[in-house]
């Protein structure tokens, strides 16, 4: 979970400050709780239910001349739908505590002037759809919203600038869908957009934070975010000067014209995520990283060229780059980097390094905890108790995928990957030959579709598989060699598998030398070059054994193969000519199917084999005489049927 005890510190400081909003705590029930009591020059009442102006203004009114006060909490919501027509009820000195909503929409407002009374919201503010409405001005009494601050479709609106007092808000601030808005600026005293909720009646003075958020009322702990989404013409986002904590995340998508983020001078602790989407012109987002703990950084469709924003970062949670046409490089992270969850490196077309990467020494977090070393300087920070939160369903992957332009991996000091590793779709990518400090890998291996790969080695540290090695569809990779240490296939899953398959000029394999166990199964398809295939010959048991459309003349890589609990299969390997690199086989408990190998004329690499305990079938190839497929059958002590069909007729003894 996240830790939140630096964000709750901060929290009790400020509400222990805040004192009095000029107004005193009303009862919510017993004796005097609906009469009028006076501090000051602000005599108080209480009102039950909601109102909707201009329709109620004269209950409104009536309540307040009965009450004889000016400082009125309603108990209940309150919405204007049309506009205020000299209603002058919510305006100052009067001063307005809505427990429930405050909602202003579908008016004809040019500004909240006459809002100028609010003074405290328990629920949320909302001022959404009023398309003369220029400016939020207007609510600069506003000291704490207790639910979420929504500006959103006000289409003649050019700027936002937040209530001149508000120093916090419970849920979150969203500023959406506002066609004209031009500048974000302002929110100058808010310092917690934090859970500071209070119970049904007012929130007290004091004291609020040494409660849990659960015992406070409304709908247990929420994670307040500011949320900047879909505004056509914003092009700055300024302010946020004291705005220390966030327990949520930061969301800047789908502003096309953002061009410059500044403010947030005073912002130490964020416990959630950064995400910018689909905002081109933004070059710069170091305003929002000045914290040293993320759980999220996503950058997707940014003007971004490199990470250098990122440098005050000592950990982090999951990192998505995606879509950014101008990253070209990922330098900028500093040298010792803790990163806890999945890191996505993904369709970037101008992106040639990814070596400032590597000061990443282990990617995600195990049942054991999370091993990473962070420097004695880390204890400094404020935000040294976040500690990110991985999703359950997430590991430590890291993927490198579809970045057009990058033409190496580098040098990768990586040690730990708790998760897969996959390399896809890199079109320039020529070699791989990284990761020789790899050690720990509980994931699987994916190295695929990539159209100029010619050759993989490393690996060389790496002692197990638990999921898995895929290489497939590579076109240009002519040599796969490495992983000389592994000696563990499978543990994490029984179904595990080495496919290495549709790479039509991989022409020779010397990988896998020390691989001893496998918890699955081995597939060699459609590898048509394929001549060699050295290594697993220590391996004596497969869950199945494919060998498929390869160049193969002989099966020389499991000579120490004895039991196959699946099935085996052999075809359509057109030079392939013996089965002698199968001699130590002595039991197959599924099907055994020997098919469509044109030269093959040699069964008697199978003298071992004592039982099938499914189907024998031996058919369509074409070189192979009837007397060696005879003398399999009676070779064979135990099988369940034979299929013997299609292979050449006859027979020199």
Request: hydrophobic share 40%.
């Amino acid at each position: 979970m996240m830790r939140r005890t630096a964000s709750v510190f901060a929290l009790a400081a400020l509400v222990c400050a805040c004192g009095d909003l000029g107004h005193k705590d009303v009862p919510s029930d017993g004796p005097g709780a609906g009469s009028g009591t006076t501090q000051g020059d602000c005599a108080e009442a209480r009102i039950d239910g909601s109102f909707v102006l201009p329709d109620d203004a004269g209950a409104l009114r009536s309540q307040m001349d009965a009450e004889r006060a000016n400082c009125v909490t309603i108990v209940g919501n309150l919405f204007v739908d049309r506009g205020f027509q000299g209603i002058r009820l919510l305006e100052a000195p009067n001063q307005i505590h809505v427990l429930g909503d405050v909602r202003v929409g579908g008016t004809d407002l040019e500004d909240l002037s006459g809002l100028s009374g609010l003074a405290e919201v328990n629920g949320d503010l909302v001022v959404e759809q009023n398309d003369r409405l220029r400016t939020d001005a207007g609510l600069d009494s506003v000291a704490r919203i207790g639910g979420d601050y929504h500006v959103v479709g006000n289409a003649s609106l050019v700027a936002v600038q937040g209530p001149a007092n508000l120093s916090q808000v419970a849920g979150d601030i969203h500023i959406e869908r506002n066609g004209a808005l031009e500048t974000i600026a302002g929110f100058d005293r808010l310092q917690l957009l934090a859970d500071y909720r209070g119970p049904s009646a007012r929130p007290q003075a004091s004291g609020i934070a040494d409660e849990p958020p659960e015992s406070r009322g409304g709908d247990g702990p929420i994670d307040p975010h500011l949320i900047v989404d879909d505004n056509a013409s914003l092009e700055e986002i300024r302010g946020f000067r004291r705005l220390t904590d966030i327990d949520g995340d930061i969301r800047l998508t789908n502003n096309p014209k953002l061009s410059r983020v500044a403010g947030f001078e005073s912002l130490e602790f964020m416990t959630g995520a950064l995400e910018v989407r689909n905002s081109p012109q933004l070059t710069d987002v170091t305003a929002l990283t000045r914290v040293s703990c993320l759980a999220e950084v996503v950058l997707e469709n940014t003007g971004l060229a490199d990470l250098g924003s990122f440098r005050d970062l000592y950990e982090l949670g999951r990192v998505e780059l995606r879509d950014n046409p101008k990253l070209q490089s990922l330098a900028g992270l500093r040298e010792q980097v803790a990163v806890r969850g999945p890191v996505r490196v993904t369709d970037n077309p101008a992106l040639t390094d990814v070596a400032q990467l590597w000061g990443i020494e282990t990617l995600g977090q195990d049942s054991l905890g999370f091993d990473a070393e962070l420097p004695d300087d880390y204890e400094d920070t404020p935000n040294y108790l976040c500690s990110p939160t991985i999703p359950d369903e997430t590991y430590g992957h890291l993927h490198v995928e579809g970045n057009d332009a990058l033409q190496s991996l580098g040098d990768t000091p990586v040690r730990r990957i708790n998760g897969d590793l996959l390399v896809r779709g890199n079109d320039a990518l020529t070699t791989i030959d990284g990761f020789t400090q790899l050690a720990v890998l509980d994931g699987e291996v994916r190295i695929e579709d990539n159209a100029k790969l010619a050759s993989i080695d490393g690996f060389d540290d790496l002692a197990r598989l638990p999921r898995g090695l895929v290489v497939q569809n590579n076109p240009r990779l002519t040599a796969l060699d490495g992983f000389a240490n592994v000696r563990r296939l499978g543990e994490i899953t029984v179904d595990a598998v080495i496919h290495i398959g549709f790479n039509p000029k991989l022409s020779r394999i010397d990988a896998l030398g020390a691989l001893a166990t496998v918890e699955g199964g081995i597939e060699l398809r459609e590898n048509p070059a394929l001549e060699r295939f050295t290594g697993m010959n220590r391996v004596e048991r497969l869950g199945w054994l494919t060998v498929e459309g390869n160049g193969l003349s002989r099966i020389d890589f499991a000579a120490g193969l004895k039991f196959v609990d699946g099935d085996l299969t052999v075809s359509s390997n057109e030079r392939l000519q013996t089965m002698d690199g199968l001699g130590a086989l002595s039991n197959v408990d599924g099907h055994l199917r020997i098919e469509t190998n044109a030269t093959l004329t040699d069964l008697r690499g199978l003298s071992n084999l004592l039982s099938v305990d499914q189907g024998l079938y031996v058919r369509d190839n074409a070189s192979l005489p009837g007397c060696e497929v005879a003398w399999l059958e009676e070779s064979v002590e135990s099988v369940s049927y034979v299929v013997a069909e299609n292979n050449a007729s006859s027979c020199e003894e």
